[in-house]
């Protein structure tokens, strides 16, 4: 945003590009859950956009994107977060759009020394080469500590005008942020990919172990993000909602999962995701029995449907009690 | 005119906006588009969308968890 703020306050027009990944944290992910639903549910790219005038184009870049999480040229962060990777991916995507659309320069908000893994001294060059959009991109709030670039060079920028930040202390930001009229903006960047977090990464990881191989398709990251994961055994999970919103949200994959919930007793929709046993459809029943209201009675009634829209099996069972789940099995 | 139809029910928010967007790329000035979702977050974003790419926001509608949002194509 103040990059951009930067850039328009020296009489050039700039449009927003944002790609969505499939891991991307937004406001209203979270609404999926019910108890969320009072909070203000905006997409800040686009609030970002409205604040600053300027158009903004969003990119599904999801099925693309795979090759960058599986295979990353320069490894993970802390999780499973590829960051280098992916900002010379959007970097790289962002540079042919300006070329396809009569734009002459790529500018991001980067910051050295901001980020420990995409926004070091020794990786804004690598960016910029490895992208190969070269000396025209431009950071705008560290400029002055980077070589010139050409829309510098050119005369279209004006380097006297652009900034030196640099570190993680972002007290300078904000007081610029303050001196254009900004106050108010959106959550800086790195809390806004589920792979930095490390609870996701592990789901990812797992679903990735149980598989056997590393794929995935964009509704397995959508159901990492809801739900209690359970894996009692490597050839099957539940993913257990946790309140209504997301038992909801789950109600639209029952056409591809098996799936169950308790008739005796109110609780949770649980999907079971894998290829699971008769035996092992059981002791499912047991474990969402566990998350329902019976969880202290002697037996609760549990449908398990095998195909969506048809007759479901009934069983009863006897809710698993705290000692016999380990610790293990919970994915988190 | 005419108007279409997009069934962006079940997506989660960006997505309903990025297939109404690429939906509306396709269509001709004064066409209309009514996008059928469920995430709460599209009631925000698609107006938000519109509004900064310059398009007429008809009508938004609630019922039960389905929201209706109609959307006049405007072309500079």
């Known amino acids: ?332 | 005119m005419t108007t279409h139809e997009l069934n962006a029910r079940n997506l989660l928010c960006p997505l309903p906006v990025i297939r109404t967007q690429n939906k509306i790329n396709s269509l001709d000035a004064g066409d209309h588009l009514v996008v059928y979702c469920t995430d709460p977050g599209a009631l925000h974003d698609i107006p938000a969308w519109c509004r900064v790419h310059g398009h007429t926001l008809v009508s938004t509608t609630e019922i039960s968890d389905e929201i209706v949002i109609e959307i006049e194509v405007v072309k500079s």
């Open chain 1, 1 to 332: 945003m103040l990059a951009t703020k930067v850039i328009q306050d020296q009489g050039i027009h700039v449009e927003g590009l944002n790609f969505y990944t499939g891991f991307c944290v937004e406001g209203h992910t979270h609404a999926i859950r019910k108890k969320d639903k009072q909070k203000e549910k905006k997409n800040s790219s686009l609030w970002v956009a409205e604040q600053l005038g300027i158009k903004l184009h969003i990119v599904d870049i999801s099925e693309e994107y795979k090759d960058i999480v599986l295979n990353p040229k320069h490894g993970y962060g802390q999780n499973l977060n590829p960051c280098l990777d992916c900002k010379i991916d959007m970097v790289a995507r962002a540079w042919k759009w300006c070329q396809e659309n009569d734009f002459d320069f790529v500018i991001t908000g980067e910051v050295i020394g901001q980020r420990p893994k995409s926004q070091r001294k020794e990786t804004m060059p690598l960016i910029a080469r490895e992208s190969q959009v070269q000396d025209r991109l431009l950071r705008p709030l560290c400029a002055k500590h980077l070589p010139e670039t050409l829309p510098e060079r050119e005369g279209w920028v004006s380097r006297d005008a652009l900034y030196d930040f640099h570190g993680r202390n972002r007290k300078p930001q904000i007081a610029l942020a303050k001196s254009l009229g900004i106050d108010e903006w959106s959550q800086p960047a790195g809390g806004c990919c589920f792979l930095t977090d490390e609870s996701y990464s592990k789901k990812l990881q797992d679903l990735w172990d149980a598989r056997g191989e590393r794929r995935y398709e964009l509704d397995d990251i959508m159901l990492l993000k809801v739900g209690r994961h359970i894996r009692p055994a490597s050839n099957y999970k539940l993913i257990v909602g946790r309140e209504e919103g997301e038992n909801n949200f789950m109600r639209g994959y029952r056409s591809q999962f098996t799936y169950m919930f308790a008739t005796s007793h109110s609780g949770p929709l649980t999907l079971i995701d894998g290829t699971p046993s008769d035996e092992d459809l059981l002791t499912a029943a047991r474990i969402l029995a566990r998350y329902s209201q019976g969880r202290n009675a002697e037996q609760v009634s549990i449908e398990i449907v095998r195909t969506h829209n048809q007759p479901g099996q009934v069983v009863q069972v006897v809710p698993m009690p705290i000692e016999e789940m380990p610790e293990s099995w919970i994915i988190h």
